[in-house]
């Protein structure tokens, strides 16, 4: 039997809360039952666990109208929905198809754009496309106005055009920095500020800047700046800005690595359901961040369930630093829920297939998920082995310029040695301290340094409690 109204259900818990918020600021309902609907989905979107039940004394009609007005005001407002439509009367332009709709809708985008517009290059692209299709066919009284839009906004446009150049060569730098340390961001950083919050300029450079000056503070690891950027932006997207489902599925996946960095594990989570809402080219990136929340919850076999699910689209994936990161995470839940042998297994074959994928890009994530299920099993001989083969100690100490670095297989690679070389317990102790002396140990690190202490403790009981001891020492120091 179907629930009463399990059309508008459906409908309302498809909403991105951001959806839900733009809507509810675009409303001016005159309708008393509108406005108690609005209410409900606003309760409900509060408190999920025990929503309430949409009332059944408003007529079904009233639902119907409010889920299509709802509909096409959210159309009205997506920016790839008008991105596909420009490029649509682009190509009617280029290919000589203008109709009488075509030219309505042109000059539609010309009284109501400006350089503001997300898309606003794209419009000044058609634009110049259709004022040279109409002083070819000899109209000029046509072309009045669309000569004066381009003359009005052609300084607009020449800037966009080159903050968008910019941005590419910022891009560029941030990678460099966040590969190898040797790059110095602080005059992107500025520049990057001033475009994220300039309101003149249009939205698309707008809201690339501000993802890539997520990339700079989530690997500075700066709580403050990004508790003030990722707050903007949630302003702005309550408002519309910026709006289209396959944006706010990027917000909500980025605020996933904030949120989890910073210990808020519950709401990391509920951002990552959100962020699988909207499958595009990024789902099997956002779907092993969530995955690695919900490892870090203890909720192993629900992570593992995600990730086995998802090798259908891992096969489809030609990004190699995002197949990485989903084989590390698949390898680490093996591990988690006993099947350690299973891991190494399944890290072996993975390895002796696409061993110049894994070093050319997250090899570091591949060798921690693949030395700790050999340290579990004890396969100590092994871990050196293949770290002798590719070279493993002398990556590892290229990394320790990383902001975000931790010993973990710097510290599995001394233990192995404790345990299969022979390495004393003084030497082994002083290896681990020495690496443990060169880092800026915040809460974040000090909580990961105490898991992977508590891992490998009862291999050599003494040596961790004295490292134990010189944590303790450096986190009373910072």
């Given amino acids: 039997m179907r629930k009463p109204l399990e059309h508008f259900y459906r409908f309302s818990h498809a909403l991105y809360p951001h959806e839900l918020y733009f809507l509810e600021k675009s409303q001016n309902f005159q309708i008393e039952e509108n406005q108690r609907i609005m209410e409900t989905m606003l309760y409900n979107l509060q408190h ?175 709580q403050q700046e990004l508790e003030k950027l990722y707050d903007f932006m949630d302003q702005a997207l309550a408002k519309g800005q910026f709006y289209s489902r396959r944006i706010l599925s990027n917000f909500y996946a980025n605020k996933v690595l904030f949120l989890s960095r910073y210990q808020t594990l519950d709401q990391a989570e509920q951002y990552g359901y959100l962020s699988l809402k909207f499958k595009n080219s990024d789902y099997l990136f956002y779907l092993t961040n969530l995955s690695a929340v919900l490892l870090r919850q203890g909720k192993t076999e629900a992570a593992l369930q995600l990730l086995r699910e998802s090798f259908p689209e891992l096969r489809q994936n030609p990004n190699p630093h995002i197949k990485l990161g989903f084989i590390a995470f698949y390898i680490k839940c093996m591990t988690d829920v006993g099947r350690s042998k299973d891991a190494i297994n399944f890290a072996e074959n993975y390895l002796s297939a696409y061993n110049r994928e894994i070093l050319s890009s997250r090899w570091h994530l591949f060798f921690i998920a693949h030395f700790r299920a050999l340290m579990i099993e004890e396969k100590y001989s092994r871990l050196l082995y293949l770290s002798r083969r590719y070279q493993i100690e002398k990556k590892d100490l290229e990394n320790r310029k990383r902001a975000s670095y931790l010993p973990t297989l710097s510290w599995y690679i001394s233990m192995s040695r404790y345990v299969e070389e022979g390495l004393s317990a003084e030497e082994t102790q002083s290896q681990m301290i020495t690496v443990l002396s060169e880092l800026m140990v915040d809460q974040r690190k000090e909580r990961r340094l105490k898991e992977l202490l508590k891992e490998l403790q009862p291999i050599a009981p003494k040596v961790i409690d004295n490292i134990k001891s010189t944590l303790n020492e450096a986190i009373i120091k910072n």
């Fill in 48 to 222: 999920r666990q025990k929503p309430k039940d949409f009332p059944l004394d408003i007529d079904k009609r009233k639902y119907s109208n409010l889920k299509k007005w709802m509909q096409e005001r959210l159309d009205q407002a997506n920016v790839d929905l008008q991105l596909k439509r420009i490029n649509s009367l682009e190509l009617k332009v280029m290919l000589d198809e203008v109709d009488a709709d075509t030219e309505k809708e042109i000059q539609q985008l010309i009284r109501h754009s400006d350089p503001r517009h997300y898309h606003f290059r794209k419009i000044y692209d058609l634009i110049q496309h259709y004022e040279d299709f109409l002083l070819i066919r000899l109209r000029e009284k046509t072309d009045k106005p669309v000569s004066a839009y381009l003359r009005s906004h052609q300084k607009a446009y020449r800037r966009s055009r080159s903050i968008f150049q910019k941005m590419q060569e910022a891009t560029s730098d941030i990678i460099g920095q966040y590969r190898h340390r040797d790059q110095d961001l602080e005059n992107w950083e500025l520049s990057l500020k001033e475009w994220v919050y300039d309101e003149n300029l249009d939205g698309m450079n707008r809201y690339a800047a501000f993802v890539r000056l997520l990339f700079i503070y989530l690997n500075r690891g700066n």
